[in-house]
């Protein structure tokens, strides 16, 4: 059964890659609560709050500035949710997050993210998690062989 939480919450997920692929900062921060946590899992790294989440799509887009994301249909069940998406995109800048990639590497990524919501709506909790190991690999950090 499908509740008007649940489309509210699936409506943010789009908006929030929709706002992704339209590189505005601002409007993807807006997508999470103020004190909401995002973390990296993968390169181990979390971003606390609004500022710091805006940030780390800013240093992503100055290193990739043709990011795209494509998702996959969105599971939203309460507060939660998940869904798959694939990022892709040309290094063309440096990424402080990861050191030393490759510029002009492509990078073809899929990944899952998984949301917790607050009583407003808003992101509170994200959870990012893919291959790492290939993303080095695209990226020219580690030999494809």
């Known amino acids: 059964m499908t509740t008007n939480t649940s489309v509210a919450h699936e409506r943010l997920l789009y908006r929030l890659f929709d706002t992704f692929n339209s590189y505005d900062v601002e409007a993807f921060a807006a997508c999470y609560a103020e004190d909401a946590v995002m973390h990296d899992v993968a390169i181990g790294k979390t971003f606390t709050g609004r500022a710091e989440i805006a940030e780390f799509l800013r240093v992503w887009l100055a290193a990739s500035p043709d990011s ?8 939203v069940a309460g507060d939660r949710a998940s869904v ?3 990022g892709t995109g040309t290094l063309t800048g440096d990424f402080a997050h990861i050191p ?3 510029h002009g590497s492509t990078v073809n990524q899929r990944a899952v993210s998984v ?3 607050d009583a407003h709506g808003l ?3 994200h959870f ?3 291959d ?3 993303l080095l690999r695209q990226m020219g950090i ?4």
Do not use: K
């Open 68 to 75: 795209h994301i494509e998702i996959g249909e969105p599971i």
């Open 84 to 86: 798959t998406w694939t």
């Open 100 to 102: 030393g990639a490759i």
């Open 115 to 117: 949301m917790r919501f």
């Open 123 to 125: 992101i509170t909790e």
């Open 128 to 130: 990012d998690y893919y």
């Open 132 to 134: 790492m190991f290939g």
């Open 142 to 145: 580690i030999p494809a062989e």
